[in-house]
Antibody, heavy 120, light 107 residues
Framework: EVQLVESGGGLVQPGGSLRLSCAVSGFSFNDHYMDWVRQAPGKGLEWVGCSRNKANKQTTEYAASVKGRFTISRDDSRNSLYLQMNSLRPEDTAVYFC???????????WGQGTLVTVSS | DIQMTQSPSSLSASVGDRVTITCQTSEDISNSLAWFQQKPGRAPKPLIHAASNLQTGVPSKFSGSGSGTHFSLIISSLQPEDFATYYCQQYQTYPITFGQGTRLEIK
């Protein structure tokens, strides 16, 4: 059974940092691109960024709104995806989902999400 | 960035109705479009990819069409479990972008 479990969310002050983790199981993690998608309270979905698979050198892409502040990494040996978030702003407050991307570019499996609240 | 214009933003319908949600993109994305369903407090669920391909396990009451810049999601014979928010997503080009969502409510 495919599972994605996010952790690491919480309350952080503006300007602070937080590291989210996504532990996966039930599939060959190193074969897949992985995305982070977020959803502010009561708002729509926003793509945050992606980590390509090992075959594509685990390179990354980011949304303009987080580029230079957020860093996506992965540890294939631990079947884990990470999102390092620095210089956090109130507008980064959201539920953060990790999601698997298939070879046909579909985000087919999603975690349950972890809430990040940026507030003083 | 490719802009997504999804309409309507909200829709009120009755059980048994057939509804259509549309998504227009600012650039030609061929058929690189997916549709998701999301219920409150839950992660999005994929319904359709490549504009018209039904995801495994999704009932055939859901169908998608379109290519280029105009796309549609049709839901036939609405049931209570179908009332949710629906999003389109383009994956032709980074950054991946989503429509703003359509909230489907019971009339």
């Amino acid at each position: 059974e495919v599972q994605l479990v996010e952790s690491g969310g919480g309350l952080v002050q503006p300007g602070g940092s937080l590291r989210l983790s996504c532990a996966v199981s039930g599939f060959s993690f190193n074969d897949h691109y992985m995305d982070w998608v977020r959803q502010a309270p009561g708002k729509g979905l926003e793509w945050v960024g992606c980590s390509r698979n090992k075959a594509n050198k685990q390179t990354t892409e980011y949304a303009a709104s987080v580029k230079g502040r957020f860093t996506i990494s992965r540890d294939d040996s631990r079947n884990s995806l990470y999102l390092q978030m620095n210089s956090l702003r109130p507008e980064d407050t959201a539920v953060y989902f990790c999601t698997r991307m298939t070879a046909t570019w579909l985000n087919d499996y999603w975690g349950q999400g972890t809430l990040v609240t940026v507030s003083s | 960035d490719i802009q997504m214009t999804q309409s309507p933003s909200s829709l009120s319908a009755s059980v048994g109705d057939r509804v259509t949600i549309t998504c227009q993109t600012s650039e030609d994305i061929s058929n690189s479009l997916a549709w998701f369903q999301q219920k409150p407090g839950r992660a999005p669920k994929p319904l359709i990819h490549a504009a018209s391909n039904l995801q495994t396990g999704v009932p055939s009451k859901f169908s998608g069409s379109g290519s280029g810049t105009h796309f549609s999601l049709i839901i036939s014979s609405l049931q209570p479990e179908d009332f949710a928010t629906y999003y389109c997503q383009q994956y032709q080009t980074y950054p991946i972008t989503f429509g703003q969502g359509t909230r489907l409510e019971i009339k």
